[in-house]
C-alpha cells in the first residue's frame, strides 16, 4: 500500500493556527523544495538555513509540523533516520531553525516578513532539530492506462498531474528492486510512502503524522 503523508492538526484547536510561519525571503512564494530537479537554494535563492517562528512545545515532540504559508515536508531529523533504515533514498536535509513565537517580534520584520538582524543566543529560543526533506530524484512508475481519474485512463484524462484521492485507482508499477521508502512521482503532486516506511515509523513511535492510503 503507497500513502500520502500530511502533518497530523488534531493538536491544533484554533483557525489559522499552525507549528510553524515561514521567515519569508525574497522569491519564497516559490520555493516548495518538492521537485527534485530544482536546487531552490542554488537557483532560486533559498537561504542555506530556512527560517521560521513557531511553537517550540509542539516542536519538542512532533515529528511533522504544520507549516505556512508555504506547506513544506518539515520533519524531525529523528523521521530521517528512520526513512533511511527502511532503505536507500537519494535526498537533500535542507536545515532549518525555529524561533519560539515569543520572540517573533524581534526576528521577523512586521512589514516585510523578512528576517530581521536580532543574533537568537539563547539556545531555550530556538530549535534546530528538523529539516526540510526534498527528494531529489523521480520515479517514472505511474501506469497511465490502468489508473483512472472519473473512470477515464490518465491518459485520456485530460489532467496533468493529481492530487491525493484524485485517481481511483492509482496504479504504480513497482521498479526493479523495489520501491524506495519515500519516492517522487512526476504526475502526482505529492511524496508517496511505503507501507514499510509507514510501519517503521509507526514502531519508532513518531508523533504528528497523518498517513492517507492511495488506492
Partial sequence: MIHALLPDVTHIDEDGVHDAESIEFDGFEYVTFHEPSIDYQSEQGAPEVVEF??????????????????????????????????????????????????????????????????????????????????????????????????????????????????ALPLVLRPPTGGFPPVFCVPELTFYCFTGEARQACEAAELKGLWWRPQR
Fill in 53 to 166: 517562528v513557531g511553537n517550540l512545545e509542539n516542536a519538542a515532540w512532533l515529528d511533522h509540523l504544520v507549516t505556512t504559508p508555504v506547506g513544506m515536508l518539515l520533519v524531525s531529523k529523528r523521521m530521517v533516520r528512520v526513512l533511511e533504515s527502511v532503505g536507500p533514498f537519494r535526498h537533500r536535509a535542507i536545515p532549518t531553525v525555529i524561533y519560539s513565537k515569543r520572540i517573533k517580534h524581534l526576528v521577523r520584520d512586521r512589514f516585510t516578513r523578512q528576517r530581521t538582524w536580532y543574533p537568537v543566543t539563547d539556545p531555550t529560543m530556538k530549535n534546530e532539530d528538523f529539516v526540510i526533506l526534498q527528494l531529489l530524484e523521480e520515479t517514472h512508475c505511474l501506469d497511465r492506462e490502468r489508473t483512472l481519474v472519473k473512470g477515464v485512463p490518465f491518459h485520456q484524462s485530460g489532467e496533468s498531474v493529481l492530487g491525493q484521492d484524485e
